[in-house]
């Protein structure tokens, strides 16, 4: 970095002190972050423990096995990977409006209706060239899942309706049509017990990731993490964002268009959420139908919680959790435990982590650590 | 514990008030000594002014006195003894309430249930037809009544004083305090609800103290003064032998106003900002800006001087884009104007509102991020038009730290955790930056110390010595007359008065801050 | 008309009302429960994962015990603890009342299903009912309008709560610490201790709702048991602007929404199924965006409420 690239900054020896001191601070806040959602998860996973010791089974056994089919095998990593896939995109749905202060918990619908539209385009579409089908599934999910929770967005920055509520109604009348339609005009007259639509061609399907038994979903969703936090972390309107979350009043003294901005952020969000139906369709199903609304859109919610609405955490996250809801059906067959005892586990990080928060910014031994024990400047 | 006034023996409600006096009370908050030595005495039966100038100390004795704050130093004495005040709770049982300048009733609950939940014991099973009429017999002894079904909300804003008023009597307090009562009355409810207060004092009922910075309240109705001036006394006595001149100068000092000794005389240039009849509504709804109309030119800073609460802030709102005006028209440099991000940046408008972290800045950024509000967006900050450097950010922030002297671990510490007056100092750097066409100032330097307020009154004179159009919104008189060249008065929401400000005359700006036009 | 088939297309109102009757009673329950702790200044959004519990609970109990109403008050003393867990959690300082809602429903449905895994196959003795068709000779009659105790007791319930938000030391408390927390700890209350204790009545009264579920209509535990109604009973809290009377007859409404899919389905319209079963949903939707104002609040809004904002 040089000097001179704003015209009259000088960095006297003052300002280096400054900062060398700065990033110590900044070391120890980032190790002081640590602290406290570790402590959660130890936490968790102790609650954890005892709720299915009671149940009967062997806490070290069930972990055991959670690690295997999480992450023990390279089959069951594949598989966490698999999972991951649409939990970023659905974790999107809720981080990002989460930047504004909003609480988007609308992305199973958004998911659901984005399948769908999905693969009624590809219906639409035989005898085009698969990249030319799945990218109008793509668009086409985007559009539907974007105007699903941008409609949330609308209605709270114009008519100040609470999006937390409006985004999950929005979320059951978007499964509750897409049934319709796939029952009736979209049924393909051959799926009898399971009314479905019709396949969108083995020729489009998403196929595994090169060398990899994983679908070329994973790629989708780091990709839209990364653009995510391009755009959230580190683009001008993700700036903007963060003021509007952050204070509405400055934002509005800023010029900043409050409520242009809320629309725009739950469409992107909606957009993902919907992309992750498409990829569920076109990687995973084949077709859409009622196995769409698989909880992804649940989970999504706290993997964003999770991740702290970071795009970037969303990854790891995603991961963590897609291993752990893989894991079930392995639970189920060694411990003999039900298939929702990794939603329980889900349940008790999540209350836990949010329980948490009253210590966030409590601890700060490290940062006492690297600067003394004077503390901060007040 | 404290009682209905219907639980006391009749002797005890009937009795006159007792004294009350606040002897040689001091309290230092930080560096800032917000009463030095003050004592004041509230002798029953009478109605008793405290007078003074915004952050003159007035709020501050009167919270030592209702235990909101306890005093470094000095007494409060109760009839023949002293007696310690913890809490308001326990002022209340020596027979002393207080009526806020923010209304404390809950808004969605009737008049008699605000009544009946103020008491200390509440039956598990209220029979309403009783308490109502209960409520009715003590109201036939008051001389004012309030419909005791309506809901509070309901209630106009005279109507919720006489409630708050009539609450600390239902509880039996002897003593009643009111901070600014008709800050929020208009006159002819002020005069109402403190005409009544004069009788109840006359008849020997009640001692009442107010506070008020209004002189036409203190000659009306007071009985006796006590003028505070920056926290000290400034002195007291019977309103009678005291004429408005003589408070004006007790309240704001008999030494002329000192001229700005920075302020180069500068040629006056166009007018850079302009407003036409502008007109706006508060949250509720009703109106609170009329018709302002006023130029700023180039070079120039323009005062306006008013008590708090007449429409100031509004004012401010509208020019900051927080609020929408409901008519009139912004002119800068002769083009319409709306706080739009691209108009802010053409016509290089520059907002430094009050409470600073809660109007200008978002306390979960850093101070880096914070003071790129303005220019995040700009080429020189940007990659490709797309990506904020951080970078470039974070060096401007750095030169910006060490010339406004703020106080920070470093630019990436969190502006939240920065004392007040680093934050405004961070937020004037962000202002003050670069070319500034016009900048509107809101009470730049409340409550802080000394040096920062010398720093940012210099900043400000700086900014019109190079030719900024400055619009200086602030409750402190003295600080209007340290750096207007022009001085306008602000009341219920107009401007009422306009003077030079050389050889403008203080005692008529107090008597038009008062609500004395005509 | 003794023959069932003359019945005809008066089959669907008949349908609807009495469904209306036995579908509102979840929505009748929680969104008591809601408006009693939304009264006291919280939202909690956790309603939905109690309404789950307490069906999986009160079945379970039901079905060991043989006591349907030994389930019901089961089912009522894990809302209490959902509740408690919500009241204690929210009181804690920077936790967020609507986070930590959404974190108990997953966690709610998650444990009902983990619980509940063993009792999708026994049959649960159900609660008792009675007809209130006694007058009528035609078989749908009396068997549309079978009702219970339960539904009666939260019939009653409503005017019982609003007569005690007005009437009582306790409510007028519960409704000063909802409307300001500020004047309610200036006059001595624990605000927070209030809002546990209401959050935890709102917990027991949807847990009852949930056992409702399982012990009367539909009368079964399975997973697919509640789809919503646990949030839903935000919403119509909101739409019934915090008055326990209005959210009886919003329960109604929306019973009667919910009950038009199925009651349509049974006299063989079965093209639209779905559709009216979002119905309900697409109402509340379409209630809400009504019942908001991007300028002004509700006037009846609890003011230290933060989900109408």
């Not at chain 2, 002894?141 to 909300?153: C, S, T, Y």
């Not at chain 2, 509004?314 to 440099?333: C, F, I, N, T």
């Not at chain 3, 006059?187 to 935890?200: E, F």
Request: hydrophobic share 45%.
């Amino acid at each position: 970095m040089t000097a001179s690239a704003v015209p009259g900054a000088v960095r006297g020896p003052e300002v280096e002190r400054e900062g060398a001191r700065a990033l110590m601070l900044r070391a120890g806040a980032f190790l002081d972050g640590l602290v406290v959602p570790g402590a959660a998860v130890l936490v968790s996973v102790i609650l954890f423990g005892g709720f299915v010791a009671l149940a009967g089974a062997n806490p070290v056994e069930v972990f055991e096995q959670m690690y295997r089919g999480a992450f023990g095998t390279w089959f069951s990593l594949q598989n966490s990977l698999q999972r991951a896939a649409p939990l970023m995109l659905t974790g999107l749905c809720t981080a990002l409006p989460a930047r504004l202060g909003l609480v988007v918990i609308g992305g199973e619908g958004a998911l659901y209706v984005g399948g769908v539209a999905a693969a009624a385009v590809a219906s639409h579409l035989t005898g085009s060239d698969p990249y030319t089908v799945l990218a109008f599934m793509a668009i086409t999910s985007m559009i539907f899942g974007g105007l699903w929770i941008g409609t949330a967005g609308a209605l709270r920055a114009k008519r100040g309706v609470n999006e937390t509520i409006s985004s999950l109604l929005l979320s059951y009348i978007g499964i509750a049509v897409c049934n319709h339609l796939i029952e009736g005009p979209l049924r393909d007259p051959q799926s009898l017990n399971k009314p479905s639509t019709l396949h969108i061609g083995d020729q489009n399907m998403l196929g595994p990731l090169p060398g990899l038994d994983v679908h070329y979903g994973l790629l989708y969703g780091i990709v839209a993490c990364l653009i995510c936090w391009l755009l959230m972390d580190h683009s001008i309107f993700g700036f903007a964002a963060r003021i509007v979350g952050g204070n509405p009043r400055a934002a509005r003294l800023s010029g900043l268009r409050v409520p242009r901005l809320m629309i725009l952020v739950c469409a992107i969000a909606g957009a993902a959420a919907g992309l992750a139906g498409m990829v569920e369709v076109a990687a995973v199903h084949g077709k859409a139908n009622a196995s769409l609304a698989a909880g992804y859109g649940y989970t999504g919610i706290l993997v964003a919680f999770l991740a702290r609405h970071s795009p970037l955490g969303i990854l790891p996250v995603a991961l963590v959790l897609g291993g752990i809801s893989a894991s079930g059906g392995l639970l189920q067959r060694t411990c003999d435990l039900p298939d929702a005892t990794v939603a329980v586990l889900q349940g008790i990080l999540f209350v836990v982590m949010l329980a948490s928060e009253t210590y966030r910014g409590q601890v700060n031994w490290f940062s006492r650590l690297m600067v003394g024990s004077k503390g901060a400047v007040a | 514990m404290t009682q209905s006034a219907f639980a006391q023996p009749k002797e005890r409600r009937d009795a006159p008030p007792p004294t009350l006096a606040a002897e040689h009370m001091s309290k230092r908050f930080g560096p800032l000594l917000a009463l030095d030595d003050v004592s004041f005495t509230l002798r029953p039966g009478t109605f008793h002014a405290l007078l003074g100038e915004n952050g003159a100390g007035k709020s501050t004795l009167v919270k030592c006195i209702m235990g909101f704050y306890q005093a470094d130093s000095g007494r409060v004495v109760v009839g023949d003894s002293d007696v310690m005040v913890n809490n308001p709770r326990d002022a209340q049982r020596y027979g002393i309430g207080m009526v806020y300048q923010h209304f404390t009733l809950v808004e969605n609950m009737t008049v008699a249930e605000n009544l009946v939940m103020a008491r200390a014991e509440v039956p598990a099973f209220i029979d309403w037809k009783k308490e109502e009429q209960a409520i009715e017999a003590f109201m036939s002894g008051m001389p004012f009544r309030v419909p005791v079904r309506k809901l509070a909300r309901q209630l106009a804003a005279g109507e919720k004083q006489k409630l708050e008023i009539l609450k600390q009597l239902y509880l039996g307090s002897k003593i009643i305090i009111l901070d600014e009562p008709t800050s929020v009355l208009t006159p002819q409810e002020a005069d109402d609800v403190l005409g009544l207060l004069r009788e109840m004092t006359r008849r020997g009922e009640l001692s009442v103290a107010i506070i008020t910075h209004k002189f036409r309240e203190v000659t009306a109705f007071a009985d006796e003064v006590t003028v505070l001036r920056r926290g000290a006394l400034a002195g007291s006595g019977k309103v009678s032998d005291h004429t408005p001149a003589s408070l004006a100068e007790l309240m704001v000092g008999s030494e002329p106003p000192s001229a700005s000794l920075l302020r180069q005389s500068s040629e006056q240039g166009h007018v850079s900002l302009e407003l036409h009849d502008v007109c706006a509504d508060d949250d509720l709804g009703l109106p609170v800006l009329s018709k302002v109309s006023l130029k700023v030119r180039a070079g120039e800073i323009l005062g306006i001087a008013g008590v708090s609460g007449n429409g100031q802030e509004q004012l401010v709102e509208v020019l900051a884009g927080q609020r929408l005006p409901s008519s009139g028209k912004v002119h800068v440099a002769g083009k319409p104007y709306s706080p739009t991000r691209t108009q802010i940046r053409e016509s290089r408008v520059r907002l430094l509102p009050e409470a600073p972290l809660k109007n200008a800045s978002v306390a979960n950024m850093t101070v880096a991020e914070n003071m790129g509000f303005r220019c995040f967006d700009e080429p020189g900050f940007t990659l490709g038009r797309w990506a904020v450097r951080r970078g470039r950010l974070r060096r401007k922030a750095l030169k910006s730290i060490g010339e406004y002297k703020i106080k920070t671990p470093g630019p990436e510490a969190l502006i939240g955790g920065l004392s007040g007056g680093n934050v405004q100092r961070a937020v004037l750097a962000r202002e003050l930056d670069g070319e500034v066409a016009v900048l509107i100032a809101a009470n730049p330097c409340f409550g802080l110390d000394f040096a920062a307020v010398a720093e940012i009154r210099s900043r400000i004179v700086a900014a019109r010595n190079s030719g900024t159009a400055v619009l200086l919104v602030s409750a402190d008189l003295d600080e209007i007359f340290a750096l207007s060249d022009r001085i306008v008065v602000m009341s219920e929401g107009a401007l009422v008065y306009e003077t030079p400000a050389e050889g403008a005359n203080v005692a008529e700006i107090g008597r038009h801050m008062a609500g004395h036009h005509a | 008309m003794t023959d069932a088939a003359t019945l005809g297309a008066w089959g669907v109102p008949l349908a609807v009302i009495g469904g209306a009757l036995r579908v509102s009673a979840p929505f009748l329950f929680v969104s008591l429960g809601e408006c009693l702790t939304e009264k006291s200044g919280r939202v909690n959004l956790g309603l939905e994962g109690t309404l789950v519990m307490g069906a999986m609970g009160g079945y379970g109990v039901s079905y060991l015990s043989g006591s349907p109403w030994l389930g019901v008050a089961a089912a009522g003393a894990l809302g209490a603890v959902f509740g408690a867990l919500h009241g204690f959690l929210c009181g804690r300082p920077r936790v967020n009342d609507i986070a930590v809602g959404i974190a108990l429903m997953l966690l709610g449905v998650g444990l009902s299903f983990f619980l509940g895994k063993p009792l999708i196959q026994p049959t649960a003795p159900r609660l008792p009912s009675f007809s209130l068709g006694f007058w009528s000779d035609v078989p749908q009659v009396r068997s549309n309008l079978q009702i219970n105790a339960l539904l009666v007791f939260g019939i009653l319930l409503a005017p019982g709560l609003r007569w005690a938000l007005k009437n009582t030391r306790w409510g007028l408390i519960v409704r000063t610490v909802g409307e300001s927390a500020e004047a309610a700890r200036a006059m001595g209350y624990d605000v927070n201790r209030v809002r546990l204790l209401a959050t935890m009545a709102g917990g027991v009264l949807a847990g009852i709702g949930g056992s409702f579920l399982s012990l009367f209509y539909p009368g079964s535990w399975n997973e697919g048991l509640s789809s919503g109604q646990g949030l839903m009973a935000v919403a119509l809290v909101i739409f019934a602007r915090w008055d326990p009377v209005r959210c009886l007859y919003a329960s109604l409404l929306f019973g009667g929404a919910s009950a038009l899919g199925p009651a349509l389905q049974s006299v063989g319209v079965t093209s639209g199924y779905y559709l009216f079963n979002a119905a309900p949903y697409a109402l509340t939707l379409v209630i809400m965006v009504l019942s908001s104002s991007a300028t002004k609040q509700s006037r009846d809004l609890p003011m230290e409420l933060t989900v109408a904002r």
